[in-house]
């Protein structure tokens, strides 16, 4: 019962706990640079400023499909916490970023439409590697469902390292970070699918980004499960990791990106699969 | 029972010529009431009929159809010396010297030329209700076509006696009858695709014909190696499935995938689907959601208990995922609407046969749900891009880029149809299915191929996810300035038929968490002749022993096609209005997509698809 209960409290305070890392992420980043950075709670009073703004849309489908790119991936994230089916809550993910590219694609704006086709093949580059490591999971718990994750006694991480680093290499894709920001690139096509949304409408956008990152940290925790401790060192390992890389790489082009995917991440949870399976 | 189950033969059958003489209201009439009470029948029958159903006809019929077989191959050698066509001669030959040689050989046996079992049934609501809509939508385009009078009666009428000899071969139990029916459908593919009469037509549907009848000889085969394999004796599926386990010979099974994977346009044999695209949309619509293709996972499905763990099972697995990945990625880099429909249908039933022809529950399950819902999305999909050409007269998906602002209605059923093609078959549902199936079944003794298999539709899903973003892409954009949205009109057959499919695709996904054991689960215990358990456990359903988070998943469903159609509505009306970001320029630009270039690999894809091909075969002699 208290798990339920800890599990709601977690899911509701997602957005929150997710604009917090954000938040660590920019003073984390700015450090690396030696600058001082913003507070730490800066991403929250960016918040507040947009809900102020006038509200501007290009047209009601458009806003729309932003709010509800949002209400997915909380659901998503929810499934996850929940410790439901493996497969099922990538599926949610991917159902998520269809609705962003979606909404990407239903306006008539250059930049919106690179931003989706980039988004598009960013899914394509790391949903196969993601799949990939459930099978393997599923193949050594015996089921799907990530809450049986919690009940093996050595956790993940030792059982399918290759797994682990499957996953590191995708993440900087899935949470858009250089080298491999290409859906977003500011500099280029000024922040692709999110471009023609603005003050009330943009804060669905900028709040569901919070959300990708607690999606993302607790596939990082998962490798820990039950082992507390090591699943946080594992989350901020991860988080320094994700951090100094895109401080420190320039973006590549799509092309690269996938090929990178295909070439190096696929065959690594392809490898994964196979030592599990003959395990 | 049993005349009922006649009537669905012979109604269209009788319907046929008389649509060639109605003028146009009766014919509308007529095919209108035919298609109604086919789809009646099939519905009474899957409901009402309990046991399978077999008939015997009287001696003469067999007589006739030995007949009808010799006067058909004779057709096909006129054709080949009519449109001189030296591979279509050649295969006509080589037929009739099979057919005629199995003449005078067979020893006669009484047995059930008929069989209707639940499978039969099940293919019967796909067959009458889908190809019902596709002949009522006939009517109304083929009036545009610049063709004489009699030319568009007789394309009606050649649609009707198709659905009545897709009737009669997915209950034929009989080998001769089955192979008869099965050129039955060449045909009618070949005078559908030739439909048109100009050069390309005829070329196309020329090779549809030798492909196809590639199949027709492997079923000669298939029965020549069952009447002359001691132990065997009556050539029907029913008594070789039977007798399968201990004759342990498995060639007339793999002969009879062969024909089944041409039919389904497996690679190296996905030309002559692509070709088929040349012909008016409604007949590619017949071809790639209810008739012709369907009998590929179909007779996989009927053939599935003997070929069940086997080697030959297992190159069929092989086969199958293979086309499922590079049939997507080809896709990819297509322009033309109906082509890139076309990859897909390949792709889609590779997966259809690969789940068969693993022939567990579950996959036969899954087998089913895809063979259903993609008829019905591939239908709605065909359907509107003929709906596209006849209204707006655009073929390529990069001319669409307009279509979000003057057809609305129509890019939201693409929409729709794209989504309910990517939702059922792919992501949770049947992904972790295979994983579960492909694995458990353990590929027999090689591990490493079931995790190969098992990547192919991982990476393969993953690209079918972005071809269907890809091309919704360029027809949803609209600009501001439309925001409330008007739907076009169209006529009324036009709509009525999109709006049907739309209902049945609604109805099927809320109704899926019963019909999961009431529709799929009793069909798919009569195929692989095991109880299919459906249980439910809270939140969870339980078929045999795998677990499926079906209300979480059903919602997800329901989600992504409602919120396209709920954003068509919804109106925010005190937001202000801004003008799309473009660096303040003002130029003209068109919407684009990217482009994956296929062409340099396709050789070795087709070399691969003939490897397996040849693999099919050599396993079942070995």
Not at chain 1, 48 to 55: G, I, P, S, T
Not at chain 1, 235 to 264: C, E, G, H, P, W
Not at chain 2, 579 to 588: A, L
Request: hydrophobic residues 60%; neutral net charge.
């Amino acid at each position: 019962m208290n798990s339920i209960i800890i599990c709601t409290i977690i899911v509701i305070l997602a957005p929150f706990i997710g604009g917090l890392v954000y938040g660590i992420e920019r003073k984390v980043k700015a450090r690396m640079q030696h600058r001082v950075g913003p507070p730490i709670l800066q991403p929250f009073y960016d918040f507040m400023k947009l809900v102020d703004k006038r509200a501007m849309i290009v047209h009601s489908a458009h806003a729309f499909l932003g709010i509800m790119h949002f209400i997915a991936l909380w659901f998503a994230v929810a499934v996850l916490i929940f410790g439901g089916d493996f497969i099922l809550v990538i599926y949610l993910h991917l159902m998520a970023t269809a609705l962003l590219i979606i909404a990407g694609y239903s306006t008539r704006s250059v930049f919106s439409h690179l931003g989706s086709n980039r988004l598009a093949i960013s899914a394509l580059a790391y949903e196969p590697v993601l799949i990939l490591i459930a099978i393997s999971v599923y193949l050594t718990t015996g089921s799907f469902e990530i809450s049986s994750i919690f009940s093996m006694s050595t956790p993940l991480i030792a059982k399918m390292p290759l797994a682990f680093v499957a996953l590191l290499l995708i993440l900087p894709i899935k949470l858009k970070k250089s080298p491999f920001d290409v859906a977003e690139a500011h500099q280029e096509i000024t922040g692709g699918a999110e471009i023609e949304y603005s003050g009330i409408f943009f804060e669905f956008l900028y709040t569901a980004k919070w959300l990708d990152y607690v999606f993302c940290y607790v596939l990082v925790y998962l490798f820990a499960a039950n082992n507390v401790w090591l699943g946080l060192g594992l989350v901020a390992a991860t988080f320094l990791y994700i951090n100094a890389l895109d401080n420190s790489t320039a973006r590549v082009d799509y092309k690269q990106m996938l090929k990178f995917s295909m070439y190096v991440a696929l065959p690594i949870a392809f490898i994964n699969l196979l030592l599990t399976i003959l395990k | 029972m049993n005349q009922l189950v006649l009537v669905l033969f012979i109604l269209p059958l009788l319907v046929s010529p008389l649509l060639l003489v109605l003028p146009r209201k009766a014919r509308t009439f007529a095919t209108v009431t035919t298609v109604s009470i086919l789809s009646l029948i099939s519905v009474y029958l899957y409901f009402r009929a309990d046991e399978t159903i077999s008939i015997m006809l009287p001696g003469i019929v067999n007589t006739i159809i030995a007949g009808a077989d010799v006067i058909l191959l004779l057709y096909f050698g006129y054709i080949a010396i009519q449109r001189k066509s030296l591979l279509v001669g050649i295969m006509s030959v080589l037929q009739l010297g099979g057919v005629l040689f199995l003449l005078t050989k067979m020893p006669h046996h009484e047995a059930n030329q008929i069989l209707v079992d639940k499978l039969s049934l099940f293919m019967f609501l796909l067959i009458n209700i889908v190809s019902g809509v596709i002949a009522a939508f006939a009517i109304e385009y083929i009036e545009e076509e610049n063709c004489s009078e009699y030319r568009k009666r007789f394309f009606l009428s050649v649609i009707m006696w198709f659905i009545g000899v897709m009737n009669l071969i997915v209950s034929a139990d009989n080998l001769e009858y089955f192979f008869l029916f099965f050129e039955l459908t060449t045909l009618a593919s070949y005078l559908l695709i030739s439909f048109r009469k100009d050069e390309e037509s005829v070329h196309n549907a020329l090779t549809a014909l030798w492909m196809n009848q590639i199949g027709g000889i492997a079923i000669l085969g298939a029965i020549f190696m069952a009447v002359f394999t001691p132990g065997y004796g009556e050539i029907t599926f029913s008594s070789l499935i039977a007798k399968a386990p201990t004759v342990g010979v498995l060639l007339p099974f793999a002969l009879l995938a062969v024909a089944a994977l041409i039919k389904g346009a497996q690679m190296p044999f996905s030309k002559w689907l692509l070709g088929a695209m040349v012909a008016p949309t409604p007949v590619s619509a017949l071809l790639h959601s209810s008739t012709m293709v369907k009998i590929a996972p179909f007779v996989i499905l009927r053939i599935s208990p003997a070929i069940h763990n086997t080697m030959l099972a297992q190159v069929i697995i092989g086969l199958t995922a293979f086309v499922f990945l590079v049939a997507a990625i080809s896709a990819l880099a297509q322009d033309t609407f109906k082509r890139i429909l076309a990859f897909s249908t390949i792709s889609l039933l590779g997966l259809m046969c690969l789940m068969a022809a693993i022939g567990s529950e579950v996959a036969v399950v899954a087998a089913l749900l895809l063979i259903i819902f993609h008829g019905l999305s591939k239908c709605m999909l065909f359907l509107n891009a003929g709906i596209i050409e006849r209204i707006f007269h655009w073929k390529k998906a990069s001319d669409m880029d307009k279509l979000g602002e003057v057809g609305p209605f129509t890019s939201l059923i693409v929409a729709v149809g794209f989504m309910s093609l990517l939702l059922p078959p792919f992501g949770a549902f049947v992904g972790k299915w295979f994983s579960l199936e492909t694995i458990g079944a353990g590929l027999g003794n090689s591990q490493v191929a079931g995790a190969l298999v098992i990547s192919a539709i991982a990476i393969g899903g993953a690209v079918m996810s972005l071809l269907y973003f890809k091309v919704m892409g360029l027809i949803i954009a609209r600009s501001g300035e439309k925001d409330k949205v008007q739907f076009e009109s169209m006529p009324i057959l036009f709509s009525s038929s999109m709006y049907i499919l739309l209902a049945l695709i609604f109805a099927g996904i809320i109704s899926l968490p019963f019909m999961m054991g009431g529709f799929f689960a009793p069909v798919a215990s009569d195929v692989t002749g095991l109880a299919v358990n459906v249980q439910w456990s809270k939140l969870t359903m339980m078929i045999g022993e795998a677990q499926l988070p079906i209300i979480p998943l059903f919602l997800a469903f329901l989600f992504l096609p409602l919120t396209m159609i709920i954003a068509m509505f919804v109106r925010f009306k005190g937001a202000d209005r801004a003008k799309e970001y473009m660096c303040g320029e003002k130029v003209e630009y068109r919407l684009s997509s990217f482009y994956f270039n296929t062409e340099k690999v396709t050789p070795y894809f087709i070399a691969i698809g003939i490897i397996f091909f040849i693999g099919i075969v050599t396993v079942a002699i070995i």
